[in-house]
């Protein structure tokens, strides 16, 4: 099992691993940043921990509130993940994180999360992030299929005093947040998707020169250099002075060809 780097996350977005709404602003080099919905109970009473008027989730003291996450993710059966605390909230008395992803889930997270200080904590939903999800790949395809509904509306249904409003059970049980193929829909079709794809292909547009030229100017290299080692046995052969001089040019050319790149790099940065 190994962990997804940016890239791997990156790379991933919209075959392996769906999340939406989608914020590059939230991939970290080793993670994923979730941020919070409007939707909060407080397990004490099974009240919103929404305020409405402040638009803000108030964790009271001493207090565990229920969120759900307001990104819908998938991830394939070679993928899981786990989730993680955030520095800054656990600094300021939030207690840590730690739950799993399963492989093949699909739909946002119930994050249980508890105030151990004795201020409430606040927190801005569909803005503040405050779980960290590392993904895993999984050396072989998992075979157990996941159990856990969209949303966890089994870990709610044994807090009977969490009732829920019409608006979040629309919320919950809005179509994209629970089928594979209407969450790539709402995550290709979204702007910020387009313009991190657009970005992303900019990449690696910028890096296709060296893909090309530095295998070409090593391959060329080390074939030059058997040639000329072997110039001995294989000059008697029609061939060889033509298939050497075309070597060393395209060695010449490929290498002086990289120099340029390189140095255009350097300027323009």
Known sequence: MSTLSDID?????????????????????????????????RIQDGKSAYDSSKNQIIIPASSTVLIQTNEAIWVSKKISGTYHSKVYWV???????????????????????????ETSIELEPETD????????????????????????PDVLKLLPQVVLTPEERRWL??????????LR??????????????????????????I??????????????????????????DWYN?????VDRITFLAFGALMVQFTTDVRRS
């Open 212 to 237: 090309i030229l530095i295998p070409l100017t090593v391959i060329s290299f080390c074939l030059y250099l058997y040639l000329d080692d072997n110039r001995t046995v294989l000059s008697q052969k």
């Open 9 to 41: 996350i990156k790379r991933e977005l919209g075959k392996k691993n769906k999340k939406y709404p989608f914020n590059e602003d939230n991939l970290k080099g080793g993670s994923y940043n979730l941020t919070a919905s409007k939707l909060a109970w």
């Open 91 to 117: 600094s300021k008395g939030m207690g840590h994180i730690g739950t799993t992803l399963d492989p093949d889930y699909i739909g946002v997270s119930l994050v249980a999360v508890h105030n151990h200080s």
């Open 242 to 246: 033509t298939i050497i001089t075309i």
């Open 185 to 210: 829909k709402k995550l290709k079709e979204s702007d910020t998707f387009k313009k991190f794809k657009k970005g992303f292909l900019g990449n690696l547009l910028y890096s296709l020169p060296y």
């Open 129 to 152: 992030t405050f779980v960290s999800l590392i993904f895993n790949y999984l050396q072989t395809t998992s075979s157990i299929p996941h159990t856990n509904d969209p949303g966890r």
């Open 173 to 182: 049980d809005e179509p994209f947040r629970k089928n594979i193929e209407l």
